[in-house]
């Protein structure tokens, strides 16, 4: 038994699959039941992604991402004119938290749902922090040693500056949805007519929204999307976490969401690579990040070890500066958990080889 993460039981596991399953058929049909279309495969980064293309009134040709090829997918695909109601929904996910697995307080799950509705994810929004971690124990089946939920919710999007599966055609309205809540968001952001970045609730600061991207050519504090209507905080390295992504549910007593999230390996190697990079002012928020790191890289090393040597060798084939700050991270992760070193010796032993490889090949 692993110090970071234990094991649900089967049928807590078989729950998950049966609410993610619910969950996506209703978003699928929600999203293309009732469009003209046909579903198509692409390439991405060496990768295949799965979609619905269809044209909009405008005669645009569109797509919504569905996600990789799977076996899950594929029942979807064929089951696309079969609604799910709502309240099955709500009870799959209120069986799957009985038996075991996490969810997330309803206001959260509120703020959640309404982006959905209004195509965030579909867009191409990503969920990060620390409710992606609670999605990634449920998508392994395991409960983490430590899943100390916060009350902020946090977002990527990266827009054209990167490679992705996930479409950046799609045109909504973040600002409209958040302030549709009626549960009192404001911008704390205003810069040359942007709005965005983070939204807070005056009356309880800890519930916050924040929206991040990926550092382009421009250095302003605040990056505009007009096509989502909102303005975003620009966090360097985050390219490297939004170039793999994944979709997972978020489970709830009022039902499910399917969200996008960076694929577990490179949200647990960003982290050490941000780590280094956080003021004495952020030590809080650097040992929660790094004890989310150790625990994936614990799972990752034993039950997931192709995905972790991919994003090993991609970061370390970035460049010094990279480097230099992952070996920053990695010790400061030896001194907030020290009982990582054995995990952390196994990577090296299954990475370095990989690692040999890539620099012969220089």
Known sequence: MSSFFTSLTPSAQTAYAQAFDHAMMASLHRSVGDLTGSFATKKVAGKEYRYFQFRDVNQKVRQVYLGPPSERLDRLIEAKKTAVPSDAIA???????????????????????????YGFFRAGGVLIGTHAFICY??????????????HDLDFAYAGRNVSLALPANIHL???????????????????????GGTYVVPRNPDFRLDFVTTVGRDTAPLIGFPNLNVAMTPLKFMEYSLEDVRQAALLSQDGTVVVNLPSPA???????????????EFRTKSRKDLRQAAALLAFMAE??????????RDLHRRGKGWRTRFAAGRAMLLREVPEIRPVLQHCDDVVSPVLGADSGED
Do not use: C
């Open 91 to 117: 009870r799959q996910a209120r069986a799957a938290l009985a038996l075991g697995n996490q969810g997330i307080p309803r206001d959260q799950f509120k703020v959640l749902k309404r982006l959905d509705e």
């Open 266 to 280: 490179r949200y647990a190697l960003h982290k050490l690579i941000v780590a280094a990079e956080r003021g004495v």
């Open 137 to 150: 124990g449920n998508m392994f089946g395991v409960a983490w040693g430590e899943a100390h939920l916060t």
């Open 303 to 312: 039950y997931e070890p192709e995905q972790l040597v991919d994003a090993w």
């Open 173 to 195: 309205n973040v600002h409209d949805a958040i302030t549709s809540l009626e549960m009192g968001f404001l911008p704390a952001s205003q810069l040359d007519g942007l709005i």
